[in-house]
């Protein structure tokens, strides 16, 4: 019997880690097409010789078993909330944990915003640089291919964009053998390299990270740079644990990608050490010359993988944020019937395909794109531990004798990273720190629009007590049905009833107030959906309560009601939206620009019709005019 229990589980294991493999390691996983290359990249001054070598090979295998190892595999996937991770999870927590101390909460979420923020300008750069650098292994298999390596890559990554709206159900089946062949070549190519020149392991040793410190200490810091592009992806571990879970993560990661990408870094060292001229391109240069072709073939299909695995991550950010209230309402097509997480969001798709062709068509290079890559995943490595700190001091509340040093190591190792890539905003990492920025700017005035919004209508809004006394002395017409008002209070008349009575002198025999209320965890079961209250004379006050990462169904979620005084039955219920157009004065709330800002957005954003999965025919909408 325990065989026979125990069979099922272990296949159970072994296909999420496959599973994992093909999502979640996709981007780190192909760091090795370029990291190297750029590090003994002239630019930076660091010769291929015997220390050099042996010193940047110490550096990143030391740099990926620190940060991602440590820091992420080990410690930031027991940060989630409620199995989901990725810096708005962990925003959610740390709000949570500073939750008595106003100020620090607001911080924190300032922070977080700004996180995620950053993450959109690294979903533009990681397609462009992983696809780029593939495509140019044809400059060493063909002569007088230069000029075709931009165009080819474009054609590519607007394909990978153009299928989004398809899904990635049927291709997704694919990634998982391929990440795994991937990684088996990289094992089987650094072993290679390695029995060539054993040497290469004594980098194993950190003292020859210590010694390059030493010996290169005006481009110590500096190279680190180069450095974290063998890091890059550490964030996707953490945000797709929802995904997949920690263990199939932590397993995959020791017991395949790190010792995959280990064993090929010190291959393409090996090679150095043998011939310092390959430093021009020398994962491909491991390969033997018979092999170029298909390994170029290998590396696209990766390549796309690790650009799909942030495609789909921006989507999954860009709904949590959506729920959060950070973000405009956007119209979400879901992808899959099985999977909730794959979905596709066209304005984020186009934005970001719009963003690396140009990004693309810029740098020209995956050399030049280096130059500007880092800025963006070290800022987010950065407020991930400063975010998780408050997580472990506040909530978890562990001993600080043993979690204040862990946490002031892991804030030193990312200053150092963050530090070493600051020069870079001059040489085009300020694209994507322009772009989190402008990113940040919005979703904080979004926010603060909203609570003006909300406030400035409570200023002339009717309590509900006082209406429904009103109308048992002069009854309205009421006619049949149920009409289901949304509004963000429910203690007071929505500015939509108000205008129905007045214009259509007539109410529902049933009136219902429903407010969607979004919590910071990740999924509400159905049993807390709901909360129903009756206030007599046919009305009532309906909460529903959705996660970030619940599809937002309000018609599905009131099928959930079985009270026999409410009917949710289509035909007889009507929804009434209100659609507010603000005006920008001179009270009190945000700068004129900003107001003017918020005006705009709300006027193109999608409206509750669509995001709350409302039926066309059985929807009203009525207008009003807000000074904000």
Avoid at 104 to 113: A, F, S, T, Y
Avoid at 322 to 334: D, W
């Amino acid at each position: 019997m325990s065989n026979a229990h125990s069979a099922p589980g272990k296949s159970s294991t072994i296909s999420l880690m496959i599973a994992a493999v093909g999502v979640v390691f996709g981007d780190i996983g192909t760091s090795p097409l370029y990291t190297l290359k750029e590090v003994f990249n002239p630019h930076y001054g660091v010769r291929a010789d015997h220390d050099g070598v042996l010193g940047i090979l110490s550096l990143i295998f030391w740099s990926l078993f620190w940060v991602v190892s440590l820091k992420y595999v080990l410690f930031m996937l027991r940060a989630d909330n409620q199995g989901e991770g990725g810096v708005m999870a962990l925003t959610a927590l740390a709000r949570r944990a500073a939750n008595e101390y106003p100020k620090l909460r607001n911080v924190l979420v300032l922070l977080g915003l700004f996180g995620a923020a950053l993450f959109y300008g690294d979903s533009m750069i990681t397609p462009a640089i992983s696809v780029l650098s593939a495509v140019e292994g044809l400059e060493l298999a063909f002569d007088g291919i230069e000029h075709w390596v931009v165009p080819l890559a474009l054609i590519v990554l607007v394909a990978l964009f153009l299928i989004q709206r398809h899904g990635t159900a049927r291709i997704g089946i694919l990634f998982g053998p391929v990440m795994l062949t991937w990684f088996t070549v990289l094992s089987v190519l650094g072993i290679y390299g390695i029995l060539q020149h054993p040497e290469v392991l004594h980098a194993l040793n950190p003292y020859w990270a210590v010694n390059f410190f030493i010996s290169h200490p005006g481009i110590g810091i500096t190279i680190l740079g180069a450095v974290v592009l063998s890091l890059t992806g550490a964030e996707a571990l953490y945000a797709d644990m929802g995904h997949f879970g920690r263990k199939p993560i932590a397993r995959a990661w020791f017991f395949l990608v790190l010792p995959g990408l280990a064993l090929n870094y010190f291959g393409q060292g090996a090679l150095l050490l043998q011939d310092p001229e390959a430093a021009r391109n020398p994962f491909y240069l491991l390969a033997p010359s018979w092999a170029l072709v298909p390994m170029i073939l290998l590396s696209t299909f990766a390549t796309i993988i690790a650009s799909q695995a942030v495609i789909s991550g921006a989507f999954s950010l860009t709904r949590q944020a959506i729920q959060l209230g950070y973000v405009p309402r956007m119209f979400i097509q879901h992808t899959s019937s099985h999977e909730q997480g794959q979905i596709y969001i066209g304005a984020v798709n186009w934005t970001l395909m719009v963003g690396v062709v140009l990004l693309v068509l810029g740098f020209e290079s995956s050399s030049a794109l280096a130059a500007a890559y880092g800025v963006a995943v070290t800022g987010t490595m950065l407020i991930d531990t400063l975010l998780a700190s408050a997580v472990v001091l506040l909530l978890w509340r562990w001993s600080p004798w043993v979690s204040v040093p862990m946490l002031l190591a892991f804030f030193l190792v990312d200053s150092l990273f963050f530090a070493a890539n600051l020069p870079k905003i001059l040489q085009g990492g300020a694209f994507p720190v322009v772009i989190g920025s402008v990113l940040f700017i919005l979703m904080t005035t979004w926010k603060r629009g909203r609570q003006l919004l909300v406030d400035r209508l409570d200023e002339s809004a009717i309590p509900l007590p006082l209406f429904i006394s009103s109308i048992r002395v002069q009854p309205p017409h009421r006619v049949q049905g149920t009409a289901v008002f949304l509004t963000a209070r429910a203690d007071a008349v929505p500015h939509a009833l108000l205008h129905n009575l007045l214009h259509n002198q007539v109410l529902h025999e049933t009136v219902v107030l429903l407010t969607v209320m979004n919590e910071d965890e990740p999924r509400v079961p159905n049993e807390r959906r709901f909360e129903v209250d009756a206030f007599g004379e046919g009305f009532y006050r309906v909460v529903l309560h959705f996660g970030f990462m619940d599809e937002t169904d309000v018609p599905a979620a009131l099928g959930l009601c079985h009270l026999e005084d409410l009917d949710f039955s289509p035909m007889r219920t009507t929804y009434f939206l209100s659609r507010e157009t603000i005006i920008s004065t001179k009270l009190v709330g945000m700068a004129r620009w900003r107001e003017m800002l918020f005006a705009f957005l709300l006027k193109n954003a999608n409206g509750n019709l669509r995001f709350f999965n409302l039926p066309l025919n059985r929807v009203i909408e009525l207008g009003t005019q807000v000074e904000i």
